[in-house]
Every structure is written in structure tokens, then in C-alpha cells.
């Protein structure tokens, strides 16, 4: 298997998304921070206030994350392969154990993080997300004559994403349950899935869903909100409504940088779920849209390594880890411009976050690492994304 350069555009975009979220969270984050320092002040756990608590702690995990990116890049994948199912079985304990007295930790209102006084706190479900497409690429690998039946093909495929989902839809965390279900029916559908049965499969999803949306009162508000945004502004719409202020006070050009009146306390979360927003105050449509454009190129050039990738797993973690990027970035901006229902997503590489930076530096690594064996680009006629479905069985499996 020939080696050759990484792919340095597609290096080049995410280490510009990285410093461009250094850059925001410098700007959006110096009242969040100071509100915060304050109080440990108060507590004597710092001399004063200080207005770059969360610029300084995220600059200390891009340090950590950048030589781990590196490292992956090299990092031969078969290392991935071998250790897939360990991967993903030590992912589920971690979810399991967040219910486990004195392990999980409430953040709003979600058990997401294991916090044990000595470790730093983990949000294993952005762990998962890289386990889960580890596994699922192997299993796909195995089962490639099976993928596109019902039966041996699509109900054990759900069985094993449902493991996941049930344990994250329990803390709850439904905006990772959606990435994880788009990032698992991607790479089915590139390994040669039936497309029937995706949409099948979602249609039922949604059905059961339907019961838990309405019994939890935060998640019925979020779609109450996400249908009619003017409904109670200053209660459960009060976020969406100052993310709208905040993009549409940006215009054009932005009112400046540094500049914004919205992450004076009025956009929660403004350096991690709502930094999209904040960012459009300050830059405006023409600049913001270079962040939009950078996620253009990751889709377009990631799903290209995963077109010319030399085997199917490699091909199909490509495709997932691609998935993952893009499809989490639409989530986040979409929910900014109240285009989809309110989640707790961040922004890939660009919102501050330490199990999130982490886990995502670690995925571009593997995918800069594919990069480096994918052949020539092709025809797309010849050989598209789902390469491997001219692979299938010489007799069509019954479903």
C-alpha cells in the first residue's frame, strides 16, 4: 500500500476552524468568564476576577489535542481495526457508569460527564461517536454479502446502534443520539444499505420517540419553540430569540470585533453551543460565511478520501468520521438560525470544550491518516463514495 502526503488542504481547514475558535472564544467568552472568576474569588480560589478563564483552559486543550492529532495521522489503522470492539465495549461502560452514584455528573439538564474528584471531568458520548464508527466499520466489513437484507442485514444493524442510543437517550442527550443515528446511517448506507430500510428505520425511530417528547417538559418546549420562536421570550424561547438578535445584528460586515452585545449574558452557553451566533454579531454574513464553507470542504474532500480509500473499513470510517463532522456542524448552525429544534451540540473544533476538541482533533487525525493512502481520484462513475456496493453478493439477499 503506497503512502503518500496527507491531504494538507483538508489539514490546512481544520487547523484554521481551530484557530478560528481560539480567536471567538478570546472575544465571546470575557464575560462568562469573569462571572465565573468572580465567584471563585468570592470563594478565595483566585485573587481577582479575571475575564480569559475559558480562552486560557481552551488553548491549554488545543496544546493537548494538536500532538494527539498528529500522532494519529501516523498511527497505523489497523491498530483501529484490532481494537474496535474493545473501543466500543469499554465506550458502553463508560455511558453505563454515568449512572452510578458519585460518577455522573449533572450539567443542565443531562447526566453527560463522569466527574471523579482526581480525573478530569469526560463526556463519554463524544468518545462513543468514534468508537461506534470503529466497530460498525468492521461489522460492516464482515457482513458486506449481508448489509443490504432485512433480516441478517438491517435488524442486527439496529440492534447494535440501539445499545448506544438507549443508554444516551437515558441521560437524556437527544442532540448526540441524532448524530450518532446520522453517522450510523451514513456508513450503512455507503456500505451498500438498503435505502428502504433506512428510512424505514427512521420513520419508526421518530414514532417511539414521539412518547418521550412529550413526557419530558424541556424537550416539548424545545419543539413548541422550534415551531413558533415567539413564543415566551423571556422563558423557553429566550435563547433562540437572542440567537436571531445576535445573527441579525451582525448584517454584512458585523459590528466589529470584540464587539458584540449579545455575550453580555444574553446568549447562553455563547462560548459552546451558541458561538456560531455570537460570531455572526461580530463578523457578519460575508466573514461568517468562510466558516460555513470551511465545513463545505471538509464534507467535500472528506467524502473524496472515502471514495479513493484502499479498502472498505478504511473507507467506511472515513465516512463516518466525515458524517460526524459535517452533520454535527448543520445541527449546530442550524439551531443557531432556528432552522432545527434547540440542542446542546458544539460547533466541531471551533466551540470551547475538552472531551469535544478532543475526541473531534482525534478524528480529523484518522481521517488526514486515510488520506495519506487513498488512490488517485477517479471518475465518479467509476468509483463513487459507496465504492464497495459493485462488491455485492452474486445473488440478492431475500428481505
Same mark, same amino acid.
Given at each position: 500500500?503506497?503512502?503518500?502526503?496527507?491531504?494538507?488542504?483538508?489539514?490546512?481547514?481544520?487547523?484554521?476552524?481551530?484557530?478560528?475558535?481560539?480567536?471567538?472564544?478570546?472575544?465571546?467568552?470575557?464575560?462568562?468568564?469573569?462571572?465565573?472568576?468572580?465567584?471563585?474569588?468570592?470563594?478565595?480560589?483566585?485573587?481577582?476576577?479575571?475575564?480569559?478563564?475559558?480562552?486560557?483552559?481552551?488553548?491549554?486543550?488545543?496544546?493537548?489535542?494538536?500532538?494527539?492529532?498528529?500522532?494519529?495521522?501516523?498511527?497505523?489503522?489497523?491498530?483501529?481495526?484490532?481494537?474496535?470492539?474493545?473501543?466500543?465495549?469499554?465506550?458502553?461502560?463508560?455511558?453505563?457508569?454515568?449512572?452510578?452514584?458519585?460518577?455522573?455528573?449533572?450539567?443542565?439538564?443531562?447526566?453527560?460527564?463522569?466527574?471523579?474528584?482526581?480525573?478530569?471531568?469526560?463526556?463519554?458520548?463524544?468518545?462513543?461517536?468514534?468508537?461506534?464508527?470503529?466497530?460498525?466499520?468492521?461489522? @460492516?466489513?464482515?457482513?458486506?454479502?449481508?448489509?443490504?437484507?432485512?433480516?441478517?442485514?438491517?435488524?442486527?444493524?439496529?440492534?447494535?446502534?440501539?445499545?448506544?442510543?438507549?443508554?444516551?437517550?437515558?441521560?437524556?442527550?437527544?442532540?448526540?443520539?441524532?448524530?450518532?443515528?446520522?453517522?450510523?446511517?451514513?456508513?450503512?448506507?455507503?456500505?451498500?444499505?438498503?435505502?428502504?430500510?433506512?428510512?424505514?428505520?427512521?420513520?419508526?425511530?421518530?414514532?417511539? !420517540?414521539?412518547?418521550?417528547?412529550?413526557?419530558?417538559?424541556?424537550?416539548?418546549?424545545?419543539?413548541?419553540?422550534?415551531?413558533?420562536?415567539?413564543?415566551?421570550?423571556?422563558?423557553?424561547?429566550?435563547?433562540?430569540?437572542?440567537?436571531?438578535?445576535?445573527?441579525?445584528?451582525?448584517?454584512?460586515?458585523?459590528?466589529?470585533?470584540?464587539?458584540?452585545?449579545?455575550?453580555?449574558?444574553?446568549?447562553?452557553?455563547?462560548?459552546?453551543?451558541?458561538?456560531?451566533?455570537?460570531?455572526?454579531?461580530?463578523?457578519?454574513?460575508?466573514?461568517?460565511?468562510?466558516?460555513?464553507?470551511?465545513?463545505?470542504?471538509?464534507?467535500?474532500?472528506?467524502?473524496?478520501?472515502?471514495?479513493?480509500?484502499?479498502?472498505?473499513?478504511? @473507507?467506511?470510517?472515513?465516512?463516518?468520521?466525515?458524517?460526524?463532522?459535517?452533520?454535527?456542524?448543520?445541527?449546530?448552525?442550524?439551531?443557531?438560525?432556528?432552522?432545527?429544534?434547540?440542542?446542546?451540540?458544539?460547533?466541531?473544533?471551533?466551540?470551547?470544550?475538552?472531551?469535544?476538541?478532543? !475526541?473531534? @482533533? @482525534?478524528?480529523?487525525?484518522?481521517?488526514?491518516?486515510?488520506?495519506?493512502?487513498?488512490?488517485?481520484?477517479?471518475?465518479?462513475?467509476?468509483?463513487?463514495?459507496?465504492?464497495?456496493?459493485?462488491?455485492?453478493?452474486?445473488?440478492?439477499?431475500?428481505?
Amino acid at each position: 500500500m503506497k503512502k503518500r502526503q496527507f491531504d494538507t488542504v483538508l489539514a490546512l481547514v481544520f487547523f484554521g476552524l481551530v484557530l478560528s475558535g481560539i480567536v471567538m472564544i478570546s472575544s465571546v467568552s470575557v464575560y462568562e468568564s469573569y462571572q465565573l472568576t468572580e465567584g471563585m474569588a468570592r470563594r478565595g480560589l483566585l485573587e481577582e476576577p479575571i475575564n480569559s478563564f475559558y480562552l486560557w483552559r481552551h488553548v491549554w486543550r488545543v496544546a493537548l489535542s494538536i500532538p494527539l492529532a498528529v500522532f494519529m495521522i501516523y498511527l497505523p489503522l489497523q491498530v483501529w481495526k484490532k481494537s474496535a470492539l474493545f473501543l466500543f465495549v469499554v465506550s458502553l461502560l463508560l455511558l453505563i457508569a454515568l449512572f452510578l452514584p458519585g460518577v455522573g455528573a449533572n450539567y443542565g439538564t443531562s447526566t453527560s460527564w463522569i466527574s471523579v474528584s482526581f480525573l478530569p471531568s469526560v463526556q463519554p458520548a463524544e468518545f462513543v461517536k468514534l468508537a461506534l464508527i470503529f466497530y460498525l466499520a468492521v461489522w @460492516m466489513e464482515k457482513r458486506q454479502e449481508l448489509v443490504q437484507s432485512f433480516q441478517y442485514g438491517f435488524i442486527p444493524f439496529t440492534i447494535l446502534l440501539s445499545a448506544v442510543v438507549v443508554l444516551l437517550a437515558l441521560q437524556p442527550d437527544f442532540g448526540s443520539v441524532l448524530v450518532i443515528s446520522v453517522i450510523a446511517a451514513s456508513m450503512f448506507f455507503a456500505a451498500g444499505g438498503n435505502l428502504f430500510h433506512i428510512i424505514a428505520g427512521a420513520l419508526m425511530a421518530a414514532l417511539m !420517540a414521539y412518547p418521550i417528547i412529550m413526557s419530558k417538559e424541556y424537550i416539548r418546549n424545545r419543539f413548541m419553540v422550534f415551531f413558533d420562536p415567539t413564543l415566551d421570550p423571556l422563558n423557553i424561547s429566550f435563547q433562540i430569540k437572542q440567537a436571531l438578535i445576535a445573527v441579525g445584528s451582525g448584517g454584512l460586515f458585523g459590528v466589529g470585533f470584540g464587539k458584540s452585545i449579545q455575550k453580555f449574558g444574553y446568549l447562553p452557553e455563547v462560548q459552546g453551543d451558541t458561538i456560531f451566533a455570537a460570531s455572526a454579531e461580530e463578523l457578519g454574513f460575508i466573514r461568517i460565511s468562510i466558516l460555513v464553507i470551511a465545513y463545505l470542504i471538509i464534507a467535500y474532500r472528506g467524502f473524496r478520501i472515502a471514495n479513493n480509500a484502499p479498502n472498505r473499513f478504511s @473507507m467506511l470510517v472515513a465516512v463516518g468520521i466525515t458524517s460526524w463532522f459535517v452533520f454535527q456542524a448543520i445541527i449546530n448552525i442550524g439551531v443557531n438560525l432556528a432552522l432545527l429544534p434547540l440542542t446542546g451540540l458544539t460547533l466541531p473544533f471551533v466551540s470551547y470544550g475538552g472531551s469535544s476538541l478532543i !475526541a473531534n @482533533m @482525534m478524528g480529523a487525525g484518522i481521517l488526514l491518516n486515510i488520506s495519506r493512502y487513498a488512490e488517485q481520484a477517479n471518475p465518479v462513475g467509476r468509483r463513487g463514495v459507496r465504492r464497495t456496493r459493485y462488491a455485492q453478493p452474486r445473488y440478492r439477499q431475500r428481505t
